[in-house]
């Protein structure tokens, strides 16, 4: 039995989830509305105050299945009472983030600035070297730091470049002079 898919979801006050045809899940929130059609085999109840999620067998697929349903419904709820953020640090000389209107520019020592545009439902915000993502869907939050991050990687010798902030980079020992 799967340990993740069995625990039930508590839904929060002025949270409101519903279930469609196609298990289609609806989480209502303050922070905003979340849709998402989940695996139809998986059988999706709302009662009072919980959500359960049960599997019809305990093929391997179902078993997968199960868990990874009960987190993505998990996360919604998640995301529209607290919302998720990601910060990332950029770290180099010369290298820098600013912020005007929903445009990202980034100077990553390129011959031209990168600039990026905040995806709907996503907020970036700039202090000093560190760059906030936050939104209410994780999946979009996650993809648009990685997003960022890939633009220029931290390297291991210096450390230059942009990474997570809970990020550690695996520090490489440089050339030495000939003796």
Known sequence: MSRIGR????????????????????????KGTLERVLPKEMEIKVEGAEITVSRPNDLKKMKSL?????????????????????KLEVNGVGYR??????????????SHP???????????????????????????????????RDKRRPEPYKGKGIKYSDEVIRRKVGKTGKK
């Open 97 to 110: 983030a600013q912020k005007a209107g929903k445009k990202l520019t980034l100077s990553l020592g390129y």
């Open 66 to 86: 199960h868990g990874l349903t009960r987190t993505l419904i998990h996360n919604m709820v998640e995301g529209v009472t607290n919302g998720f953020e990601k």
């Open 114 to 148: 990168v600039e990026m545009e905040d995806p709907a439902g996503i907020e970036t915000t700039v202090e000093g070297n560190i760059i906030t993502v936050k939104g209410i869907d994780k999946e979009k939050v996650g993809q648009f730091a990685a997003e960022i």
């Open 7 to 30: 625990m039930p979801i508590a839904i929060p006050a002025g949270v409101t989830v519903s279930v469609a045809e196609n298990n289609k899940v609806t989480v209502k929130g303050p």
